[in-house]
């Protein structure tokens, strides 16, 4: 983790290094003599420029050009663009299955040695110590880490959560 903050430390320091040694050249030729007055003779610092001085700042990317983007792109998950959200409420959550912590509150449902919380529509997988003083029915409000579902669970159960903390609502 140290590594990755010293990389990204660096890298945010040297973005604008990578800017400045990408400006081109004046296209002012230098007219002034050794002396300080202006001379047609005097050799120029740059090669005179035949295309007229651009508006843009030097530092900008010419139009035919990509500007390099500082921000990271967005990830491609969840639902597209102009689709509504789900309602938290119900259990769904956009994109795919995020391991992590969870809070979750919904109703206790046990099939068989599969303890179950239906949150609106969906059944999340219970597993965890505290889940073995659950009583089937009681409305509870549980946190956790996010899991895959044990085997003895029935196929509508797609998401579970290992329990660290289980509280009646």
């Known amino acids: 983790m140290r590594r990755m903050l010293i990389l990204l430390v660096a890298g945010i320091a040297l973005a ?4 400045c040694g990408s400006d081109p050249p004046s296209s002012e030729p230098s007219t002034a003599a050794p002396g300080g007055t202006p ?16 508006a843009s700042p030097p530092n900008a990317s ?10 990271a792109a967005p990830l491609p998950s969840g639902p597209a663009p102009g689709t509504p959200l789900p309602d938290p409420s119900s259990g769904e959550l956009p994109g795919g299955l995020p391991f992590g912590e969870r809070n979750l509150t919904g109703v206790v449902e046990r099939s068989g040695d599969c303890t179950m919380l239906r949150v609106g529509a969906r059944l ?11 009583k089937t029915g009681a409305e509870v409000a549980v946190s956790g880490q996010v899991t895959t ?12 959560l290992v329990v660290q903390r ?3 609502v």
Not at 62 to 71: D, H, I, M, W
Not at 152 to 158: H, I, L, M, S
């Open 16 to 19: 604008p290094l990578t800017a």
């Open 149 to 160: 579902p044990g085997p003895a669970c029935p196929p509508e159960v797609t998401r579970a």
């Open 124 to 134: 999340w997988g219970l597993t965890g110590t505290p889940v073995a003083g659950l």
């Open 166 to 168: 289980a509280t009646p």
């Open 62 to 71: 010419p139009p035919n050009q990509a500007a390099p983007s500082t921000e």
């Open 39 to 54: 001379s047609a003779s005097a050799p120029s610092a740059s090669p005179p420029s035949t295309s007229p001085p651009s």
